[in-house]
């Protein structure tokens, strides 16, 4: 079960090695991009070209989608990033239980999007978890953690990729462990559990009053999505790249425009530090330079953005 590129990995792998892919649930098809066109998952793309049958419930726990799925009578159901969840009733047919394959170290950040709030909390440490599931939301107990470092340039997009390769050598090894008869159940410790909800478009929104490493662990943390905003002569302009210039307290108001670095970008104040702004996007344009942004769109020294 799964549905978005983070899970192709993880399918890939299991599609190219011993196990028998009995049957593969996605979300259904969506409208995609400016045209809303009907596009198919990426994990139902990659399930059509390996010939695999597939499911794509509106509501995976419809009575309909359970029986189909005692049908199938598999031995284990992996699931990741499939989108919604699973009922008792399913978590109970498969022999082995229900493994998830999540992208965080839990208990820490459980949820829907683990790998941006790790970047926007300043964590230079995540990794993948694969877990056998119970009724609550990534509550279940523990088989098989890696640990993938956070570098200081990595965006929410570039560690994505990297945790989704990550996940699926993650799993191959539960299932080896699995085989052998080796796998152990951790439970976890709820006491030092964390949350990382879903994100909205407004969650990008910066507040220039915050220090300059909030703020662009913010920027990366968003980055490509929902992306990190401000405004500018009451235009809205996203954010997409930015670093720290420093971290010395300045007498400026925070958001106020301190200078420029020349073919580089726009030096900005925040309540703790200065941020060089590298790369932007005006409303119905595309992404470049926050250099020419500048060179298109003067900007007066001592303007405020916010």
């Not at 919604?84 to 022999?95: D, T, V």
Request: include cysteine; glycine fraction near 8%.
């Amino acid at each position: 079960m799964g549905t978005p590129e983070f899970a192709v990995p993880s399918l890939k792998f299991l599609i190219d090695s011993s196990h028998e892919v009995a049957g593969v649930v996605t979300q259904p098809d969506r409208p995609k991009g400016r045209n809303r066109k009907m596009a198919a998952s990426p994990v139902k793309i990659i399930a059509q070209e390996a010939g695999i049958p597939i499911y794509h419930p509106e509501k995976i726990n419809n009575i309909k989608m359970v029986n189909e799925l005692r049908k199938l009578n598999p031995d284990v159901i992996i699931v990741v990033a499939y989108g919604q969840i699973l009922s008792k009733e399913i978590l109970s047919i498969p022999k082995n239980g229900c493994i998830n394959v999540h992208a965080s170290l839990l208990p820490k950040y459980r949820g829907a999007a683990p790998i941006q709030w790790a970047i926007i909390k300043g964590e230079t440490e995540t990794g993948i978890t694969t877990m056998l599931m119970d009724e609550g939301m990534d509550t279940g107990d523990i088989l098989v953690q890696t640990k993938v470092e956070i570098s200081a340039n990595d965006t929410a997009g570039t560690l994505h990729d990297k945790l989704a390769e990550v996940g699926a050598q993650t799993l191959k090894h539960t299932l080896e462990l699995m085989g052998l008869k080796k796998l152990k159940r951790i439970p976890q410790d709820h006491s030092l559990a964390s949350y990382a909800p879903m994100l909205r478009k407004e969650d990008g929104l910066i507040n220039w009053d915050e220090n300059v490493v909030d703020i662009n662990n913010l920027i990366r943390g968003t980055n490509p999505w929902p992306g990190a905003y401000t405004f500018i002569r009451g235009m809205q302009l996203k954010i997409h790249e930015s670093e720290i210039f420093n971290q010395t307290a300045v007498d400026k108001i925070p958001g106020q425009v301190v200078g420029f670095e020349k073919g580089k970008g726009i030096l900005v104040a925040c309540k703790k530090g200065i941020l060089l702004i590298k790369r932007v996007q005006p409303p119905g344009k595309q992404e470049m330079s926050a250099w020419a942004y500048v060179l298109g769109h003067p900007i007066e020294i001592g303007s405020v953005l916010g």
